[in-house]
């Protein structure tokens, strides 16, 4: 059995789809196929289960996945230690971000640990559903850490690093009839229609759980994926929003309020699985996001 049998295994068992294990892994999808195969047969059994929808694991790819994983992790760890006595590190960092992550300067971070670890690649990706999708790639160990927005306790299996956070304030079109004020209770704003994230962002996740202890309904009129057009949104009149201090400045059109009866305070952290050591690489990249946010 060769490393590279396992982790073409692994990401099929992660992609659930030949096609996309081979782009992530950067070959064409015969190789994939084959060298899957060519695993089952030394194992003398199935692990996955093909059809032309899906690919499933079947009850031996299931007992596999977990040490395969295992397997590929102490190999890393192996590389990154002979790596760093030969002074550099080596190897690819899979790194979840948000759409919006301007509570961190992200390139001027990414620019400086390129700086220090040339032989690292660095990949970066976002998810559809904001933080709750990052957090499920960590768990899948699609991604080894991520900028992730999470209010509350974190969920199992995680590990949070804090980094840094911004009060979301009100924002209203000039002209709205709560603009000539400084601030506002939240319960003044249960009827009116909200411009927000889809559910599974931070930001939403801030927002509804604000409303919720407040035993409040509200309605979300427009869902938006890029948090730094929220303001956009609210100037043409398609509703209020509820939005980071961090992207408002003097926009124009707007007027920004507190609310100053809730909590809404919109958090930002590096996160990682909590089963598994960081390899080096993801170490470095903590040390450096701590040491800028410091």
């Known amino acids: 059995m060769e490393l590279r049998q396992l982790e073409y295994f692994v990401a099929v068992a992660e992609e659930k789809n030949f096609t996309r294990a081979a782009a992530r892994l950067h070959i064409v999808q015969s190789a994939v196929s084959a060298t899957i195969k060519a695993l089952e047969r030394e194992l003398g059994a199935p692990l996955l289960d093909r059809n032309s929808k ?17 397997t590929l992790d102490a190999a890393r760890e192996a590389a990154d230690a002979v790596a760093e006595v030969h002074g550099g590190l080596r190897g690819t960092l899979r790194l979840g971000t948000l759409t919006s992550v301007r509570l961190i300067d992200l390139p001027a971070l990414l620019g400086e640990f390129h700086r220090r670890h040339p032989g690292v690649l660095l990949q970066t990706s976002a998810a559809q559903s904001g933080s709750q999708g990052l957090v499920d790639a960590l768990l899948d160990r699609r991604l080894d850490l991520a900028f992730v927005s999470l209010p509350g306790p974190p969920p199992a299996g995680l590990t949070l690093i804090d980094l840094a956070s911004s009060v ?127």
């Open 54 to 70: 899906r690919v499933l694991l079947t009850d031996a790819g299931a007992a596999l996945l977990p040490r395969a994983r295992a």
């Open 168 to 294: 979301l304030d009100l924002v209203v079109p000039v002209g709205h009839p709560l603009a000539e004020r400084d601030s506002v209770p939240l319960a003044e704003l249960a009827g009116l229609d909200f411009v927000d994230s889809p559910a599974g962002y931070g930001n939403r996740a801030v927002v509804d759980r604000a409303f919720a202890a407040a035993s409040l309904a509200r309605r979300v009129a427009v869902e938006i994926t890029d948090i730094g057009t929220g303001v956009d949104f609210v100037r043409n009149g398609l509703g209020v929003a509820l939005l980071p201090r961090f992207i408002l400045g003097d926009a124009p059109g707007v007027v920004t309020l507190t609310v100053d009866d809730a909590d809404l305070e919109w958090p930002l952290s590096l996160a990682a699985a909590a089963d598994r050591r960081p390899g080096a690489a993801a170490r470095a990249m903590v040390a450096l996001a701590r040491e800028q946010v410091a």
